[in-house]
């Protein structure tokens, strides 16, 4: 049976007509937004899952020469530019929109008790930025592809700087949830800004060597460059998706984002935005800059691997348990950078792995984060201990969490790194040592947190309410997926093998002339 | 060639149809004043302009002053379609005011008048009669409100400013002459290829001054001084009408006066410029970024606006002509528009409009309509995709990108990264809850339907530009084609 080319803009029109009437809902009652946020959600997770139960998943291609797609959809949008919408999804786009889905059920489901304010517009923003997130792992147009760029950053803004949190911490700093939503939104969307100028040029390039403006990827991946403009074009894009990312130096928005985020805002922030840095590198750094990528590659590893050492230092010494998790996510996107540029297939797959593992594992510790702040209402670890023998399921969800955090194997994360690790070590065996040092500061944050909320005193006798049932269910959700992950990845590697293969061989040989 | 007495009639119509307006409006006040009758005749002269425009003609010359081709009906169309949001806007505002109304809706009309005809101008003369007929007419809808100090302060601040500006350009052109002695556009650009070393100096001279006198019109750095003030005491409505229509006419009429007199003739001028728009763009954002008061947060981002605009008229080429007038059509709307929210929450009592910050705090939830347009065009501002703001800056960014001018490139993309900053202060701070001031607020009102008509004609066209600007950019590329 074929599946119809029209699921493609529906994954992105259903969360967008979702968000409106969430909004709209929001008069009748508060709790409709909420049933609307989850439907449309998990419509868009069943519609992945469908497009994965029938797609015919092409085989190994490495050295076809135009990428295969398991669905494509296209509509042209503004001829003057050569501007389409065009979406199309393969196995890499597929894993992620999926995880978008998942990840945004999630969000919907653990905002139910915490957002009480304006729920309508929360859930309007919410959706959208989901929406945009969905186009943006589908878009094959680079001009839509900005478009759903910045259609994602928008709705972002709004979620951290009217619901979020501003930390004691922050505050006396003078920093509040509009500093970090503004600080946010400046960094991506001047990187963003860089990323329009290059693929101006990219396609102004295309236009004079075939006479024809295309903002169309198939188009562009065969664009005749000289080594200058394909470096040039490529430090601008890779840019633009390091903050996303983020890598070292540009990271500086992320613990400030994540912490004044809104528990939904931080799962969302850290279980996909992050993603969608990753998924550009992926999608279009390495196959339409694949010389100067490969040029560049000691320095985005070397990036990579410091990223890891420096964001898992800087999780040891924080206090603010939000902030904490941030810096982890910054450590364990080192490991995805490391294997994007180490650019073997394992080392590409582990990367991919890693990004679904973490995605869950980190939507999770937020989770469980925000669920932490509704009982205490703070988020300073010296303010907790002792919830072990006060919340015991609660203290094992984050034991659990933990522990997949610092790659015990059998969960997501041990076989991305893993995979990352052994992938890597034959391309650059002196990084990959470094990088797995990691895992060892990855050990000592993890447990630093089971240590500090869980055991030792606690600061105060107040009885704490464990998990609710509908708590127990979003984190049982996750649990088993990160199980799933570990112990039967085959599936989720088979799908991604064939687009992943091609990329490789592209960052390895270049993209061969049609 | 001289055009048949019938398509000059035909081709000065807009024009014409204009002036008839001016003397019907003036003959109804001085017989019976009556507010609602005049601006609705206002609106309709407007609209017969526009519809005008429409009609498809050739290019027709009328004497050696004025052209009327396809680039000046579509800045025609343009003045008109704002000259209607501006009346429906004014209306409300007007009607509030406990002087004289109707003057407001004559002086508009003259405004207007001295816009198109600077959008016809092919020769000095016509450049300076339109650039004068609008600016007179300026004082006069800036001061209106000539009780409240800060309004009557920015008008003579603008009539001298303007005046100084007037006769910078009348040196200029005097310079021009002096050394080619030609009037109109064409010939002065193919005279000053054949001067010897001394004239050319004054020639250039002269050019210099010109751009001078424009410079300020287009309050580009450092003539920006005016801007904030006059933004800032003008009522609202006429704030907007003179951001968007005045500016935006001027760079109309610099587009016939650079593919005449091109700016590759005058390199020094070209890197003078260039300066200018890097420091404009700078200044702007830099400026806005300390204001407190909407008005003037609103004029200084008008100075970085009139920075990325110069961008295209520096870099030429189709793809930059193409931009021009994409920017000031996009650039129109969202003016309008911000003045527009701004128009609909002021009004002519009191010491000034509401444009204060704090004004703004909790407007969402008072005032959801209003934010719902402010909040997208305060976006298009800052360049953000769907809106018609980004389509103008991606514009722009493809015209450097095309001519290899990285720098002027990266200079937009550093202001608008700056322009963020106050943009979204902008929108936020509506969205925050206001201590005590949660509550819904609404008037539904003659006044306040005919202002949000005006508001939901322009959100429409900025996404309708944002989500499918096919039409605008065909005619805009079929405009330019027409043209010899």
């Not at chain 1, 396609?203 to 024809?212: E, R, S």
């Not at chain 2, 002269?45 to 396809?70: A, K, M, N, R, W």
Request: glycine share 10%.
């Amino acid at each position: 049976m074929g599946l119809s080319p029209l699921l493609l803009p529906a994954l992105v029109l259903i969360p967008f007509v979702g968000g409106l009437l969430a909004w709209y809902s929001e008069r009748l009652s508060l709790t409709w937004p909420r049933w609307i946020g989850l439907l449309s959600m998990a419509a868009t997770c069943a519609i992945a899952l469908w497009i994965w139960g029938h797609a015919e998943v092409p085989g190994i291609v490495p050295d076809s020469r135009a990428p295969q797609w398991i669905l494509e959809y296209k509509l042209s949008w503004i001829p003057r530019w050569g501007v389409s919408f065009h979406f199309g999804i393969d196995g890499l786009g597929l894993l992620m929109v999926l995880l978008t889905g998942v990840l945004g059920v999630l969000s919907v489901a653990c905002s139910w008790r915490e957002i009480q304010q304006y729920v309508g517009f929360f859930h309007l923003n919410l959706l959208w930025n989901l929406a945009g997130v969905m186009g943006v792992f589908m878009a094959l147009d680079l001009f839509l592809f900005f478009v759903l760029w910045e259609v994602m950053l928008v709705p972002m803004y709004f979620l951290i700087a009217l619901w979020g949190h501003s930390s004691t911490a922050g505050a006396k700093r003078g920093h509040s949830r509009v500093y970090a939503a503004t600080k946010f939104f400046i960094f991506t969307q001047s990187a963003g800004l860089l990323m329009l100028v290059a693929m101006l040029a990219l396609v102004w390039l295309h236009q004079q060597a075939t006479g024809q403006w295309s903002f169309n990827y198939h188009d562009l991946l065969y664009t005749p460059l000289t080594h200058a403009q394909e470096y040039a074009l490529m430090l601008a894009f890779f840019i633009a998706f390091a903050v996303k990312l983020p890598v070292v130096p540009l990271h500086p928005w992320l613990p400030d984002a994540h912490s004044q985020a809104p528990t939904a805002g931080s799962v969302d922030l850290a279980g996909i935005l992050l993603k969608t840095g990753a998924y550009g590198l992926l999608r279009f750094v390495l196959p339409l800059f694949p010389h100067a990528s490969r040029e560049f590659a000691p320095i985005a590893i070397g990036l990579g691997v410091f990223g890891i050492l420096y964001g898992a230092k800087l999780a040891l010494v924080q206090t603010d348990i939000k902030r904490l998790v941030a810096y982890t996510s910054v450590s364990h996107m080192g490991f995805v950078l490391l294997g994007i540029y180490a650019g073997s297939t394992i080392a590409l797959e582990g990367a991919l792995l890693l990004m679904l593992a973490h995605g869950l594992a980190t939507g999770g510790l937020f989770i469980l984060c925000g669920e932490l702040y509704e009982r205490l209402h703070t988020r300073e670890l010296g303010q907790m201990g002792g919830l072990a023998r006060r919340a015991p399921h609660y203290a094992t969800a984050v034991m659990f969490f933990a522990l997949a955090s610092l790659g015990l194997p059998g969960l997501g994360n041990f076989v991305g790194e893993f995979l990352v690790l052994v992938g890597s070590f034959p391309v650059r065996p002196w990084a990959t040592m470094l990088a797995a040092l990691g895992l060892i500061l990855a050990a000592v944050y993890s447990l630093y947190i089971v240590q500090k909320v869980l055991h030792g005193p606690p600061a105060d006798a107040r009885p704490v309410e464990d998990l609710t049932a509908r708590e127990r269910l979003m984190i049982g959700a996750i649990i088993v997926s990160l199980l799933v992950l570990g112990l039967f990845p085959q599936p989720v590697l088979d799908l991604a093998r064939g687009p992943l293969t091609q990329i490789g061989a592209w960052y390895a040989h270049g993209v061969p002339l049609p | 060639m001289n055009p048949s007495w019938q398509s000059a009639v035909q081709a000065g119509a807009p024009l014409l149809l204009m002036a008839a307006g001016i003397v019907l409006v003036m003959l109804l006040i001085a017989s019976a004043r009556n507010h609602r009758a005049i601006a609705q005749l206002t609106t309709l002269g407007f609209l017969l302009t526009f519809g005008v425009c429409l009609i498809p003609q050739s290019s027709v010359e009328l004497t050696t002053l004025l052209v009327l081709d396809d680039t000046a009906r579509f800045a025609i169309a343009l003045v008109a379609a704002a000259g209607v949001i501006t009346v429906l806007l004014l209306y409300g505002y007007v009607e509030a005011y406990d002087g004289v109304r109707e003057e407001m809706y004559l002086l508009l009309l003259i405004a207007a008048l001295g816009a198109m005809v600077l959008a016809c101008a092919q020769h000095a003369a016509s450049l300076l009669l339109g650039l004068e007929t609008l600016s007179v007419a300026l004082f006069g809808m800036i001061a209106y409100t000539h009780r409240r100090r800060r309004s009557l302060e920015a008008g003579i601040k603008y009539l001298v400013l303007s005046a100084a500006a007037s006769a910078t350009l009348l040196f200029g052109f005097a310079l021009v002459y002096a050394a080619c002695g030609e009037l109109q556009f064409d010939a002065i650009g193919t005279a000053l290829d054949r001067l010897s070393a001394d004239e050319r100096a004054i020639a250039w001279a002269g050019l210099a001054l010109i751009w001078v006198g424009l410079g300020f019109k287009l309050s580009l750095v450092p003539f920006h001084l005016w801007t904030a003030d006059v933004y800032e005491g003008a009522p609202a409505p006429v704030s907007g009408f003179l951001a968007s229509v005045s500016k935006g006419l001027v760079a109309v009429m610099l587009l016939r006066w650079v593919s005449s007199v091109a700016l590759t003739q005058t390199p020094m001028l070209h890197l003078a410029l260039s300066v200018v728009a890097v420091l404009s763009i700078a200044v702007g954002n830099l400026g806005a970024l300390q204001q407190n008061n909407v008005k003037r947060v609103l004029a200084y981002s008008s100075i970085a606006h009139t920075g990325y605009l110069l961008v295209p008229f520096l870099v030429g080429g189709l793809v930059a002509r193409e931009a021009v007038l994409v920017y000031v059509t996009c650039y129109t709307v969202m003016t309008l528009g911000c003045f527009g929210a701004v128009t609909i929450l002021s009004g002519p009592a009191g010491e000034q409009d509401a444009d204060h910050l704090y004004d703004y705090r909790g407007l969402f939830w008072r005032r959801p309509l209003v934010t719902s347009v402010f909040a997208p065009m305060l976006l298009a501002q800052a360049g953000l995709p769907l809106t018609a703001g980004f389509l103008a800056k991606m514009y722009v960014l493809a015209a450097a990108v095309e001519r290899h001018a990285w720098w002027l490139a990266l200079a937009v993309v550093a202001g608008s990264a700056v322009g963020l900053y106050y943009y979204l202060r902008l929108i936020v701070v509506q969205f925050l809850p206001k201590p005590g001031g949660m509550r819904r607020e609404g008037v539904l009102s003659e006044t306040s339907v005919t202002a949000g008509i005006a508001l939901l004609l322009l959100i429409v066209a900025l996404l309708g530009l944002g989500v499918l600007p096919e039409p605008l950019l065909s005619g805009v590329t079929a405009v330019l084609n027409s043209a010899p």
